[in-house]
């Protein structure tokens, strides 16, 4: 009996010794995590984070938006092309490339490459361009200036602006009004009540509210306030543009809800802002030439180039693009230099 | 036999009960591991657990006594109130696109409202001069006058030396926007929403270094204090009912960032921070205004009394002790930089209120500096 105590060597009572302790440290670490790690966790139990977390991932919902600091979200970079990835043109004759920024919300997305496509075509020796679509879903003209003012601080110097608005600024009424962002309902509820929470934290959904009239406003009322943020935005816009010495450009774009497009549609506060649509968009064609830059093509669009969604057709991508293109030439912008 | 057997088929079912249980448990402690990890503000719940009980806080009493030692001339009754209503104010709001503020409040000894600290006194009308200068102050906590009353700020502090000096001069009104947590990027943003708003200003003064610098990776990734919190509404949760907390990991915004070497990872906030100063500068000369950007103080620079100040931080930061002697010598190329981070090469007596923040002589003499630095703006 002694001689087996003997065969064992002093390495493998080391080793023994190693796994011991690593196996105890294993085993603390466990019940800790069990105890600190679980006081915040999304679930009581970890099994059910971990049914939640492979979940979440096979999802394809997962991760629309995502955080951005100053304009509080944007949307995913794997959902449609990255914000800001330039589509470009360049042309065969030697000179600057000019940087036009497009700023909008999701109907922007299929117009930059239409218009770059156009341009290609109709001025094949026209000066070089460079689009970059900073189009997000849910953006409007407020959002679109707080991100402009971000861009520039952060050393942006584009040489044109187009910002292309109307659907969000008067469908959202609410986050419109109250300059805040699609989300901020969200943002609001957790940081002022889940932040410091330390129980169960209830969130309140009333993304549905946001395009109601609010009930003590009377429509026109409202309907003229957002006019008027609107108005208010575009002039913001110039400011920071004169100061980089960039040249702007506005577009009041078609919309579902306007007109001959809205019919049969059916949704939370459809007569709200159906009746909205209806006052704001002929008063911004009557204020047309009244504000610098500003072009009203509210009423290109007809009942068949708006999907079920209320998203644009190709077809109509293509006439937004064309009426860009028509308005940037015609200024002179972009197109063929005086001296070609 | 009955008995015995029945005996042996519960002694079965019972092992094999607690080893499911004992494995239903092994799993659940595996899991809280992996899953549960990354609510977790340290890597390893054992480090956690090590923290929880080793970090220190001020207890009341010391907080107090730091407040009646820094006012020699008040009452120690008006010391404690003003710590204690500092604390009570000491909440935030969301605030669109600027992300959160200060909530409002009001006190005796501290008000907010909005975006603004009271200042006190807030204006000097001279009724004989037709011409007002408006003058605003952005800044983080310091400006804001953390553990001060409204009347010791440094806005109120510098207006109440104009006054003295110039009794017959302009009329001058300040306003405070200094805000707790805010670096040079969120106070420009605020300062373009004021523009947006309307508001135009005479003179603009930033003063800056402690929230850019120490918690240093929010002018990195140009993320502001809360962005944390933000992020974990949106990182696909957000339509969750019964998430439980946030999980604060605001310490991480002082550590350096991995991978990066020092030197690069410094002069990348030297630079960033410079272009805030160039961009507030083109911001405010294109809307007329005149514009002052001054770097402040901190404990861990050219503070020779440092280990003998018994309030202040004692920590050494290699980070401020690189970017600091950089942004002296921007003195000579930027006419309206201030670098007042030589303040505390001779001082003895108590700069700080707090390990951070200005005591009310100190915040005076900060305000001194500005005055002299803006005084031919107010006289011209």
Known sequence: MEQVKQDISAGKKILFIIISVLAFVVLIEGLLSVYFYRQNGGESLASMEMIRTIGSKLSNDKDLFVFEPWVEYKQHDGFSSAQGTPVSYLSEIPGDTLDIYFFGGANLSGIDTQFINQYKEKFPRGISARIHNYGSSHYYSHQELVLLANLIQSGHRPDVLVFLDGINDFLYGIPSYQRQSYFSFMFRQYFNSGLRSKGKFTFLDTANALTKTPDLTPNIEFSDSLISNYTSNLKNIRLLADMIGAKVYFFCEPSPYYQSAKTHQTFANAQDVFSRFDYIYPKLQQMQDSIPGFTY???????????????????????????????????????YRQNQ | MNTGKQKTLWVRFRSWIITLLVLLFLFEMFSSMIFFQKYGTAPLAIVQLIKKYTEKSVPQ?????????????????????????????NNYSYEPWLMFRVADYSSAYVNVTGFERKCSPSEFINPLVNDTIDIFFFGGSTMYGWNLSDAETIPSQLLNLYKQKYPNGKSVRIRNYGITYYYSKQELMLFSKLLFEDERPDIVIFMDGLNDFYPSRMLFHDRPYFAYAMQQVLDGRMFEKSRRTIVDSSEIFYLDVPGIPSSGYYENLFQKYLRHVKHGTELANHVGAKSYFVCQPVPFFNYPNNEQDPISHKDKSNRINFIYPLLRKQQDSLSNFLFLGDMLQNEKGFPFIDQLHYSPAFSGKIAENIFRKIEKDLTN
Do not use: C
């Open chain 1, 297 to 335: 093509i509210g009423d290109i669009g007809g009942q068949n180039d708006f999907t079920s969604d209320g998203s644009y057709t190709p077809s109509l991508n293509r006439k937004v693009a064309e009426k860009i293109l028509s308005k940037l030439s015609a200024v002179q912008i972009i197109g």
């Open chain 2, 61 to 89: 009493t010391l907080y107090h006594k730091m407040h009646i030692l820094t006012r020699p001339d008040s009452s120690k009754q008006a010391s404690i109130q003003i710590a204690n209503e500092i604390w009570a104010a």
